[in-house]
């Protein structure tokens, strides 16, 4: 079973700067739940009980944010606001524990998921990268728990993307599809489009074999002299294989402002307080558009 998930959680938010300056990026609010708690629930739905968040020096907050707050909670009973008490005390789904790693250094992504090593131990694990905000039912990690349970081995989450921009992922270079999956004999971080293997880019959602460990420890640098993750998946194919599963559901780049303006509209026009004054508002600002 896939019990454990790593969300690396260290960077510095540099393309959403100054909103990130202090507040952790994955804490920005999207209506009212940061991303962060987004891909914890995603997690706990997919069946994952224990949460590694892999930190920096200065993102406490992260961890707080999951943590009790005795203080608001004493306040919010003593005034009889039990929706809003539950909503505090719900930010950590039951069942679900949340433990931290430091990384020391800003290495790359290969580098915070092997700083998780200790917590995950040998067993199958899930990456989320929360920057990538995935809405649909059921949530994209639970469709891939369940064709991990199919297919073992590495398993990403893909989706296709315009040729200009197959120099921002890693790209699958793919054997064959069927249905929704894609077999892979490899991957390709940031290919020029000129020499990508495929348009099937690979988001933030990963289910792992350990065997990624072995390679990340090495500490081989790849592109932008970072260790990469997808060098060590690439490295690990022949043991264990790799497929790409085209998810179900609608993703959001929240670590740039359009996608992060995109996700916030999308989830108001959804949220039941919200979504009536945002659709007025909207096609209020469209008529004003027209004149």
Same mark, same amino acid.
């Given at each position: 079973?896939?019990?454990?998930?790593?969300?690396?959680?260290?960077?510095?938010?540099?393309?959403?700067?100054?909103?990130?300056?202090?507040?952790?990026?994955?804490?920005?609010?999207?209506?009212?739940?940061?991303?962060?708690?987004?891909?914890?629930?995603?997690?706990?739905?997919?069946?994952?009980?224990?949460?590694?968040?892999?930190?920096?020096?200065?993102?406490?907050?992260?961890?707080?944010?999951?943590?009790?707050? $005795?203080?608001?909670?004493?306040? #919010? %009973?003593? *005034?009889? /606001?039990? +929706?809003?008490? =539950? !909503?505090?005390?719900?930010?950590?789904?039951?069942?679900?524990?949340?433990?931290?790693?430091?990384?020391?250094?800003?290495?790359?992504?290969?580098?915070?998921?092997?700083?998780?090593?200790?917590?995950?131990?040998?067993?199958?694990?899930?990456?989320?990268?929360?920057?990538?905000?995935?809405?649909?039912?059921?949530?994209?990690?639970?469709?891939?728990?369940?064709?991990?349970?199919?297919?073992?081995?590495?398993?990403?989450?893909?989706?296709?993307?315009?040729?200009?921009?197959?120099?921002?992922?890693?790209?699958?270079?793919?054997?064959?599809?069927?249905?929704?999956?894609?077999?892979?004999?490899?991957?390709?971080?940031?290919?020029?489009?000129?020499?990508?293997?495929?348009?099937?880019?690979?988001?933030?959602?990963?289910?792992?074999? $350990?065997?990624?460990?072995?390679? #990340? %420890?090495? *500490?081989? /640098?790849? +592109?932008?002299? =970072? !260790?990469?993750?997808?060098?060590?998946?690439?490295?690990?194919?022949?043991?264990?294989?790799?497929?790409?599963?085209?998810?179900?559901?609608?993703?959001?780049?929240?670590?740039?402002?359009?996608?992060?303006?995109?996700?916030?509209?999308?989830?108001?026009?959804?949220?039941?307080?919200?979504?009536?004054?945002?659709?007025?508002?909207?096609?209020?600002?469209?008529?004003?558009?027209?004149?």
């Amino acid at each position: 079973m896939v019990r454990k998930a790593v969300l690396p959680v260290a960077g510095l938010g540099t393309r959403v700067l100054p909103a990130t300056k202090v507040l952790p990026k994955e804490l920005l609010p999207v209506v009212d739940k940061p991303l962060i708690q987004y891909a914890v629930e995603e997690a706990a739905e997919a069946g994952i009980t224990e949460i590694v968040l892999v930190t920096a020096k200065g993102k406490e907050l992260l961890a707080d944010h999951f943590d009790t707050a $005795p203080e608001l909670e004493r306040q #919010l %009973e003593a *005034r009889g /606001k039990a +929706q809003l008490l =539950e !909503i505090v005390r719900s930010t950590c789904p039951k069942g679900v524990s949340v433990t931290t790693v430091r990384q020391p250094a800003p290495l790359g992504l290969g580098h915070a998921v092997w700083c998780a090593r200790p917590v995950v131990g040998d067993e199958p694990f899930a990456v989320l990268l929360p920057d990538d905000l995935i809405f649909g039912k059921p949530g994209c990690l639970k469709q891939m728990v369940e064709q991990w349970r199919e297919t073992r081995g590495h398993l990403v989450a893909v989706e296709n993307v315009p040729l200009s921009q197959v120099d921002r992922y890693g790209i699958l270079d793919v054997i064959e599809e069927v249905g929704s999956l894609a077999r892979a004999r490899g991957m390709v971080e940031k290919p020029k489009p000129d020499e990508a293997p495929s348009t099937l880019s690979v988001i933030g959602r990963y289910i792992l074999e $350990p065997v990624v460990f072995d390679f #990340l %420890e090495r *500490r081989h /640098k790849g +592109q932008g002299g =970072e !260790i990469q993750l997808t060098d060590a998946i690439a490295a690990t194919i022949a043991q264990v294989g790799l497929s790409g599963l085209r998810f179900a559901g609608t993703r959001y780049d929240c670590g740039n402002k359009a996608g992060y303006v995109a996700a916030i509209v999308d989830a108001a026009l959804a949220h039941p307080e919200t979504a009536a004054a945002l659709s007025a508002h909207l096609a209020a600002l469209s008529g004003r558009r027209v004149a």
